[in-house]
Each structure stands twice: as C-alpha cells, then as structure tokens.
C-alpha cells in the first residue's frame, strides 16, 4: 500500500476522471441531441469511469472516489478513522478539478453558457430532469446509495478483488439507468459537489440532499456489513472456501 499522500493523490485523480467523463456524457452529448444525456449514454459513461479507475487504483487507495463509501468502509472498520476526512477532502478537490477541466472544454463551444446550463448538477422538483419532487429523490438516493456502498463492502474481499471493479461500474452504471432521469445521477456526495460549484444559486441550495442521503446510505450499508450474522456466514463461507481448496 502507498503512503497517505500517494493514496490521496489516487482519489482525488480517480474522482476527477469519473466526473470529467460522466459529467462530460451529460454536457457534450446534451449539446448533440435531445435529452441532456439521457438513455444509456450517461449510466455507461459513468460505469466504465468508474470501472477503469478503480482497475487502475485499487491497490493504491482501495478506490473508493465518493465520500458515502469510504465512510460505509469506515463504519464496517474496513477503514481507518483518522483517514476519513483527507480521503474526503481529496474527492471533493478531485471533483471540482474534473468539472473545472469539463467546464473549460465545455466552454469551447459556441453559445455555452454556464449561467444557464445545470452543468451536470443534481437537482430535484423543477431542477430534476424528469420534474421529481424532493421525496422521490431522497427515496432513491437513500436506497441507491445503500445498495451501492453495501455492494463495494461484498466484493472487497481479497477472493473477489479481481473482479470488485467490473462490477462496481456495471452496478453504478444500472443505478444511473434509474437514477439520471430523476436526480442527473448522484449516489457520491463529491461527486454532486464539483459541478454545484460552477453551476452556484440552485445547485448549492438542493446540494444538502446530495449529501444527506448517500452519507445515509453509506453508514446504513457499513452497519448493515457488521451485523454480526452477515460475519458469521462470512467466516463460515471462507472456511468452506479453504477446506474445498486444500488438496
């Protein structure tokens, strides 16, 4: 494992690609066709964000990239407590250099305009793509975070490490599916934070939801990794595993 910096360098390097590449399907193919990146356009590009950086990183940081679950690892104890905050801080400074870099590409076509552009910001009720009201963004970034971070704590485990990338980019990917058309997608609070900051006014004020609920999700995941029966089938599937591998 590196040191501490070089883990934060990896976050903050990881968040800024899974911004730059899922925020730039929502912007750059908005600006091609109708409906702002909806479809699979968005979902897939956020996947496979995810999926090649967490390949790239996962024996750096552990390539969490999102806020709910390095704190989900945290509340398991699969994390150290006293990393938490800089893990934190590196995302949301990884994020907002991804969406500073989209917003320099973005700007290079004529008639972008920033003021009025949601920027890939989340949103709910008039700012929500498809007009959902606030209890049905909550609902589901609760529950898509739960799933989520609870997801990433399962296949953490040193037997299924080779594959725990590809398939946390396919689930986010099929959460997007749901998710972009009623909050733009968000289920990582560092992620909602890069484009709230260029976009300002509505997107700083909905922004707490974006924080509450996938903190929410993340602590209810890492509770429910913990309880003690999930353990027990835990130890007695691995001591399975080893007596089925022994020769």
């Known amino acids: 494992m590196s040191s ?33 990146g909806a479809g699979l356009v968005a979902p897939v590009a956020f996947g496979l964000a995810l999926a090649t ?6 024996g750096l940081s552990g390539a969490h990239f999102n806020p709910a679950v390095t704190i989900g690892f945290a509340v398991a104890q699969r994390f150290r407590v006293s990393h938490l ?7 949301i400074l990884g994020a907002t250099a991804g969406a500073a870099l989209l917003d320099i590409v973005a700007g290079g076509r004529p008639g972008f305009d920033l003021a ?5 910001a989340n949103g709910y009720a008039e700012h929500s793509p498809g007009d959902f009201q606030l ?7 609760l529950t898509m975070s739960l799933a989520f971070v609870w997801m990433n704590l399962q296949i953490s485990r040193r037997a299924l490490r080779t ?5 946390n980019g396919a689930c986010l990917c099929a ?9 733009n997608g968000s289920i990582n609070p560092a992620r909602s934070s890069g484009p709230a900051l260029f976009v300002g006014g509505w997107a700083l004020d909905q922004l707490w939801l974006f924080w509450a609920a996938p903190i929410a999700g993340g602590v209810l995941a890492g509770l429910l990794h913990s309880c003690p029966g999930v353990d027990r089938k835990a130890r007695a599937a691995g001591v399975t595993r080893k007596a089925v ?3």
């Open 53 to 58: 950086a967490s390949y790239a990183a996962r």
């Open 116 to 120: 009025i552009s949601d920027f890939g």
């Open 175 to 183: 959460i997007y599916v749901i998710a972009v058309p009623v909050t």
């Open 4 to 36: 501490l910096s070089g883990r934060l360098l990896t976050e903050a390097a990881g968040t800024a690609w899974i911004v730059f590449v899922g925020c730039g399907s929502l912007i750059l193919n908005g600006a091609l066709s109708q409906g702002s």
């Open 135 to 141: 209890q049905s963004a909550l609902v589901l970034e």
């Open 85 to 91: 905050l800089p893990y934190i801080a590196a995302q």
């Open 163 to 167: 594959i725990a990338p590809m398939v």
């Open 245 to 247: 591998e022994r020769p």
